[in-house]
């Protein structure tokens, strides 16, 4: 059962950058679109930021033009550059299929944004 291994979360002020990564086995990870997801302290999971297969990208509102997010399908990894960051992004944020049927969740990765 393929479950994401997320990665490179932490403490960060506001206005700082983190760079997150995940690795996914499997050898059809490079035909899905992937996204990366985040989910608040008492909110639901949401969908930030997605890329196809063949690399054309989606965002929220929220994150728009400060998260980015790239695969590498020779590594089987999704990442998310996040740039400019605030207290609002503080959440735990997971990657997976961004469509069709989804893998099981990882441990996902802690961000905090706090001074």
């Known amino acids: 059962q393929v479950q994401p291994v997320e990665s490179g979360g932490g403490l960060v002020q506001p206005g700082g950058s983190l760079r997150l990564s995940c690795a996914v086995s499997?050898?059809?990870?490079?035909?899905?679109?992937m996204g990366w997801y985040r989910q608040a302290p008492g909110k639901q999971r949401e969908l930030c930021a997605t890329?196809?297969?063949?690399?054309?990208?989606n965002y929220a509102d929220s994150v728009k033009g400060r998260f980015t997010i790239s695969r590498d399908n020779a590594r089987n990894t999704v990442y998310l550059q996040m740039n400019s960051l605030k207290p609002e992004d503080t959440a735990v944020y997971y990657c997976?299929?961004?469509?069709?049927?989804?893998?099981?969740w990882g441990q996902g990765t802690q961000v905090t944004v706090s001074s």
């Open positions: 499997g050898s059809f990870f490079r035909i899905y679109a």
């Open positions: 890329v196809t297969s063949g690399g054309i990208t």
């Open positions: 997976n299929r961004a469509t069709g049927t989804l893998y099981s």
